[in-house]
């Protein structure tokens, strides 16, 4: 029956599934750590030390902000946080990547509260993370997440929003989150 009622609205009313979009906008700066150099000999400490002067740290920058339409296909196979993630992880916009590995990593390790230890290895003064995602059927009707680490400052926090804006209380809810998807949205696409 729920088939016969889908045509009987695709016909008469000429509608058709929900489609799914992401809405993001980055301004990422991330400077490559070197957390496992190797402690340098008494004798070769100098000439390491110079060495590693010359050599140039790897540098993540994003600065883009746009819109990706799923397909029916690409959105029943993203149920989380971390499918989302993954899937702005492999897209690319004007030939810039969105999202690299590391920031899927921090946005994950923020998500975790007690993991404090392993944010802080991974973000440093000199890195810079603002980062909007909504996913939804428009930016009015969608559930995302806000990032924000500035120039200068140690912590960076994760915040919820809903329907475009930030959530009233702004705390991350991971679970929350993962059953907006499956509940509300993944039942919806055709």
Known sequence: ????????REVL????GKIIKLFYTT??????????EPAPEKENQEELSMEQAKTPKGIF???LSGEATLSSEEAKTILSLEDLL???????DKNNKIINDLVVEIILSLTEKEDLEKIADLLSK???INII????????DSIGIQVNKNLGVD?????MRKDGKPMGNGTFDVNIFNQTITNIFLKEIE
């Open 155 to 159: 912590l960076a926090t994760l915040l």
């Open 86 to 92: 993954s899937f702005l992880n492999k897209k690319f």
């Open 13 to 16: 009313y000429e509608e058709k």
């Open 1 to 8: 029956m729920p088939k016969l009622n889908k045509l009987i």
């Open 126 to 128: 000199e890195d810079k």
């Open 27 to 36: 301004d990422i700066v991330l400077v490559e750590k070197n957390m496992e």
């Open 133 to 140: 995602i909504d996913y939804g059927f428009s930016e009015e």
């Open 61 to 63: 920058k994003s600065k």
